[in-house]
């Protein structure tokens, strides 16, 4: 009996992506397509890749009987409504920002409102797979991580769990356009972003405290974190350059044999021997790190490149219900990258 879901932001580049792969999710079945837009039209009238979506599945604002209602909404909007679905018995898997940090206070700091719902924060599992698994598995609310600390995160994880450096981290990190989600703005025009390059956020991006709390927790103290995200002329994907300095003594085999013990297992994360491009993880859930030993300044660089709809936001969401529910984590997730 496949597992029934909504998704909540259906009509959005996040919930879109979320759909397409649930729609070929074997234990899955996609019974609510809630937005607040285009009510009553068939989804694949209004997501024009759903191809295989039933003509009867229609944007609707109610989710059904879904057992697991996904959320792809602009900040505070997820939060205003999950206890209800919390309430109903229903497990709730955020792909938004809405859960992902645990001190209430932080989001009047960095998103400007105040939480509306802080007590669900100490239910909140932050759901990067690969670090939380196991609590991932018995959570009922599910904090999807960002697409930027997906990537930095995957780049620093074993260097910070073993110790290899400190805590004065660089994160330097590029992302297409769909990153922005689809509103219509004069900054992400074609007219605007192709042939540029620009940072933007600095040193205030709502994905520094979260970067900054996972590492906390695997550091035992505070990383002093300088994250630059950049927008970048193309459609998908993200790639962060990670920079830290390594504790006297580390070497380039410690940092590989780190690496290949932390990942070794892991179904989504390739280390490769080259600079991974974003352009190999393209509709994929691959993340592609590669980390070396800059000796001459004992300093670690480290990448990681993934497209940021799948694993950057819908593939992870569906990786955390694939552990959630009990099914073999890459369950609707077996695509390679497309080429070129
Ligand atoms: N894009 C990415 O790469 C990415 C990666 C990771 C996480 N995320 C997160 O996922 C969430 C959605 O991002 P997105 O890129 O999919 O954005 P998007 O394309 O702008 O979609 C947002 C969705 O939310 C709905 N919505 C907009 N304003 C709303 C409001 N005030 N109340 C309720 N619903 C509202 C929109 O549809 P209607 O107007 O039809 O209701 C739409 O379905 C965001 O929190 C984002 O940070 C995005």
């Known amino acids: 009996m496949p597992t029934k879901v909504a998704i909540v932001g259906v009509t959005g580049y996040a919930g879109g992506e979320l759909a397409r792969l649930v729609l070929r999710h074997p234990e899955a079945r996609l019974v609510a397509a809630v937005a607040r837009s285009h009510q009553g039209e068939p989804l694949r009238a209004v997501q024009p890749h759903l191809h295989s979506a039933p003509e009867s599945l229609a944007i609707g604002t109610e989710v059904g009987d879904a057992e697991v209602v996904f959320t792809a909404l602009p900040p505070g909007e997820a939060a205003k409504q999950a206890r209800a679905w919390l309430d109903d018995g229903r497990t709730v898997i955020d792909i938004g920002s809405d859960f992902r940090l645990r001190d209430p206070k932080l989001y009047e700091r960095w998103y400007g409102y105040t939480h509306p719902a802080p007590d669900l924060l100490k239910q909140a599992v932050y759901g990067l797979t690969e670090l939380t698994r196991d609590r991932v598995r018995t959570a009922r609310l599910i904090a999807n991580p960002g697409c930027y600390p997906t990537a930095a995160l995957l780049a620093l994880v ?101 690496y290949a013990k932390e990942y070794s297992e892991e179904p989504f994360v390739r280390i490769v021997d080259a600079y991974p491009a974003t352009k190999a993880t393209l509709g994929s859930n691959w993340c592609l790190v590669h980390a070396l030993v800059d000796e001459e300044n004992a300093r670690l660089v480290a990448f990681a490149a993934l497209d940021n709809l799948v694993k950057g936001a819908a593939g992870s969401a569906l990786q955390n219900f694939n552990a959630r529910f009990g099914y073999p984590e890459t369950t609707g997730l077996e695509a390679l990258p497309l080429w070129p």
């Open 158 to 258: 074993p260097a910070l769990k073993s110790g290899l450096i400190t805590e004065d981290i660089i994160v330097d990190a590029k992302s297409g356009v769909s990153g922005a989600g689809h509103a219509v703005e004069d900054a992400y025009l074609f007219g605007t972003i192709d042939e540029s390059v620009r940072p933007y956020g600095v040193p205030r991006h709502r994905h520094t405290p979260e970067i900054a709390q996972e590492a906390a927790a695997l550091l035992g103290k505070a990383p002093r974190l300088t994250f630059t995200p950049h927008l970048v002329p193309m459609n998908r994907g993200l790639i962060a350059s990670c920079y830290a300095p390594l504790r006297g003594g580390t070497r380039a085999n410690d940092v590989a044999a780190a």
